[in-house]
């Protein structure tokens, strides 16, 4: 795979990242991490520190879940197995409806705020 390929579907998984940490940090931060976050953007300078700064803060919050809901899906032995056979089958609906379905809990729970 291009080096390229490889920068931008990194850039894509941040991005996904990014976007979920910030929507879950907006409704669940406390007080002292929402100053941190305000701290961090006031004093945001457009330097790469300031930017792995403003998002380590965010991140620190809504990432944190993101971590503590994939670790279910982690868990999950036979549907790792039955996604595998799928794909070795060069099943590519199966395997997407499979993908889909192991990981939608994670899209749900941030969606209703669940554990």
């Known amino acids: 795979m291009p080096p390229e ?3 931008r579907d990194v850039a894509v998984m941040r991005r ?3 976007a979920d940490a910030a ?3 907006a409704t669940t931060a406390d007080p002292e991490q929402l100053r941190r976050i305000a ?7 457009p330097t790469h520190e300031a ?4 998002w380590t803060a965010i ?12 670790a279910a899906e982690i868990d999950d032995i036979q549907a790792h197995l039955t ?12 395997a997407h409806r499979l993908a889909h379905q192991m990981l939608s809990h994670i899209v749900a729970a941030l969606e209703t705020g669940d554990n």
Request: glycine share 10%; charged share 25%; hydrophobic share 50%.
């Open 16 to 18: 996904t990242i990014g």
């Open 83 to 94: 996604l595998g056979e799928a794909i070795l089958a060069h099943d590519g609906e199966a």
């Open 39 to 45: 701290d961090a953007a006031r004093n945001y300078q």
């Open 51 to 54: 930017d792995v700064e403003f």
């Open 59 to 70: 991140d620190d919050i809504g990432a944190a879940r993101v971590h503590e809901l994939a």
């Open 5 to 7: 390929a490889i920068l």
């Open 23 to 25: 929507r879950i940090c």
